[in-house]
């Protein structure tokens, strides 16, 4: 089976996730560029995100202000969200079973999955970080995902955008490949990911078919 990460992966919501947080902790007296966010963050659930950063100011956040900036990531995506380039053809190509396993909470999930035109690829097998104890870079998710779908973790591939979700794939036993495709990407992103486990990176989706019937073929599958 594989796995799908969403955001930087499915779809190219890094940047922009990533710049309505920087804009909103800029407010509040934090100041963090989107570039920062990314270098340090990506990956996470937004909860530990934030939840990290009220621990480094010394204070929590007023009441409101993630459902907030989740309002204005939702309203950001309805405007200019897309999805990665060739990323339908190549999910079509790899065939099933498949799924997609992401940080986001689940309506930010499926409207990011519906904007970007990839909805109907994957439903109803999309699994959300709020169904699980932990989020990336703990197994719970990819785990949940797999006993979801009657898929041994030894027999899953996960694609993944960010070291957080590599290190979540590889302690629950499944193979990476690292992907690096997306607008967000940073100097370093390829060695961080296989510094982390995966076990290739590949920076466009028209290598992932082939990627994938490689793994298959070392495998005997």
Same mark, same amino acid.
């Given at each position: ?29 934090? #100041? ?11 990956? %996470?659930?937004?909860?530990?995100? %934030? ?10 956040? #007023? ?27 190549? $999910? ?40 699980? #104890?932990?989020?990336? #870079? ?20 996960? $694609?993944?955008? *960010?070291?957080?979700? $590599? ?27 296989? *510094? ?26």
């Amino acid at each position: 089976m594989i796995i799908f990460d969403c955001d930087g992966v499915l779809v190219d919501s890094e940047i922009i996730s990533n710049q309505a947080d920087a804009d909103a902790l800029t407010r509040l007296g934090y #100041p963090i560029t989107a570039a920062e966010m990314i270098r340090r963050f990506i990956g %996470w659930p937004k909860r530990d995100i %934030w939840a990290q950063i009220a621990r480094e100011r010394g204070a929590p956040f #007023p009441d409101g202000v993630l459902a907030a900036v989740e309002a204005d990531i939702k309203s950001r995506y309805r405007a200019s969200l897309e999805a990665i380039p060739g990323v339908a053809e190549a $999910v079509r190509a790899v065939g099933a079973p498949r799924c997609v396993a992401s940080s986001s909470e689940m309506v930010k999930l499926r409207l990011a999955l519906e904007v970007a035109g990839l909805l109907d690829l994957f439903d109803p097998n999309i699994f959300s970080a709020s169904q699980v #104890p932990r989020g990336k #870079p703990a197994p719970d998710l990819f785990l949940f995902a797999a006993s979801a779908m009657g898929v041994a973790p030894a027999d899953c591939v996960v $694609v993944e955008d *960010s070291r957080a979700g $590599v290190d979540a794939a590889v302690a629950a036993g499944m193979r990476v490949i690292g992907f690096t495709g997306g607008s967000h990407s940073f100097p370093g992103h390829a060695e961080a990911l296989r *510094s982390a486990g995966a076990g290739c990176v590949i920076a466009s989706m028209q290598q992932l078919a082939a990627t994938v019937r490689e793994i298959r073929r070392r495998r005997g599958v």
